[in-house]
């Protein structure tokens, strides 16, 4: 059998070759920023990528020992209209709420944020006590 020309052979290429978006001609994004989550000895650290979306727009609070995260863009409200057409759009954060439960050596007293180049970096200083001060030689007698 030649399988250069059978049709199903030739749409399951399709699918592995393509997102689905490619292959439906929707969008099947989560509509949710990608995030990344880090530590250092000192501090928590989470960069959430929110490109075109202004820093007006987006919330930030600690509630029920979790750090919420909103953003509302003025198109989203209604203030705006957005005419482009796209052939592909991959991020479109209109509005999102992420939620991220505050680990228990975090000084949530002590969170700042940055909002640069589409990223917003976030920085929770970890409790005095949390904090990893090395190794401790201990003299022996």
């Known amino acids: 059998m030649n399988t250069y020309n ?3 052979n030739s749409a399951i ?4 070759n393509h ?3 490619d292959v439906f001609g929707v969008s099947f994004s989560s509509g949710k920023p990608a995030v990344n989550i880090s530590e250092d000895k000192e501090t928590h650290m989470l960069e959430l990528a929110v490109p075109g979306v202004p820093k007006d727009a987006i919330k930030m609070m600690v509630e029920d020992n979790k750090l919420v995260i909103t953003a509302q863009k003025a198109e989203a409200a209604g203030e705006e209209e957005n005419s482009d057409t796209f052939t592909r759009r991959e991020f479109n954060y209109e509005s999102f709420k ?3 439960t505050i680990p228990t050596t975090a000084d949530i007293n002590k969170i700042s944020a940055k909002y640069e180049d589409g ?3 976030v920085s929770i200083a970890k409790k005095e006590e949390a904090v990893d001060k090395g190794p401790i030689n ?3 007698s």
């Open 6 to 8: 059978n049709p199903i």
């Open 13 to 16: 290429d399709q699918f592995l």
């Open 119 to 121: 990223i917003l970096k």
């Open 19 to 21: 997102s689905l978006s």
């Open 98 to 100: 992420r939620s991220f």
């Open 138 to 140: 201990i003299n022996i």
